[in-house]
């Protein structure tokens, strides 16, 4: 199936701007959502990927609003994606839809099914949510984001990289190229500053301390659509035991973690994630 960059293309005209994303395959709709970080979009997370999961899917790579490519909109970049989710679904009259997330992905996922659980059918999260009950809180990669974010040098997009895979081999000239040159776009790198910037950690430091409001970890009890949580054992951006309170909370969760990989399991271990996903998604 030809899934090349342009033949893929699509955008889509909402109440709140345009949204951008990527079309291919026929079949059950799956959507694919992006994580955040240095230079990221959906194209660059799973160009890799939609070859494989449009054999059997009608697939859609949502670009999120602020990241460079849909239409940006004020707020807060999670809080935005959730309803640029919805917004997408309806544009396109997709009564529900099964959730594919990596990351933030992940947890916009999650938050689309807490607040339209009929639009749900499954989730795929891949690292991301959760709440670390025993690792470094801020980790590594979101401290190395902050410098970033504060500091954009090309020596600290490589530090990042190098934290978020764990085979070094994988991160090539043309990944660093790549990443440099889309992280020096204005409204992806607004997105990541609102994010990981050290006053924007310190200001949600500081909303969490004092929100009457809980966590949406602390919710997850409210996803009802099976959950399946993929992580890499050697994720330093989102540390495996993440998945603990999902996998107690979530009703209907499960909990696949590869070795010898990183935080980008669909990029580090390609095969095998394709390979559990896919039999997750037919059952």
Known sequence: ?????????????????????????????????????????????????????????????????GFGVSDPVPGHPVLTAVDAVIRFMDALDLDSAALLGNSMGGVVAVMAAMQHPQRVEKLIAIGGIGHSLLAANPSEGTRLLAEFADNPTREGLDRWLRCMIYDPKMITDELVEERWNAAADPASHASLKAMYGSEALAQQQQFMANSPTPPYWSMLHKVKSPVLMTWGADDRQCPTDMALIPLRQIPNAELHVFPKCGHWVMYEAKEAFERVTLEFLHR
């Open 1 to 65: 199936m030809d899934v090349t960059y342009e033949n893929t293309r699509r955008e889509i005209a909402t109440d709140k701007g345009v949204l951008r994303y990527h079309e291919a395959g026929d079949g059950p709709p799956l959507i694919l959502l992006h994580g955040s970080g240095i230079g990221v979009n959906g194209w660059r997370n799973f160009r890799g990927n939609l070859g494989f999961y449009a054999d059997h899917f009608h697939c859609y790579v949502l670009e999120f609003p």
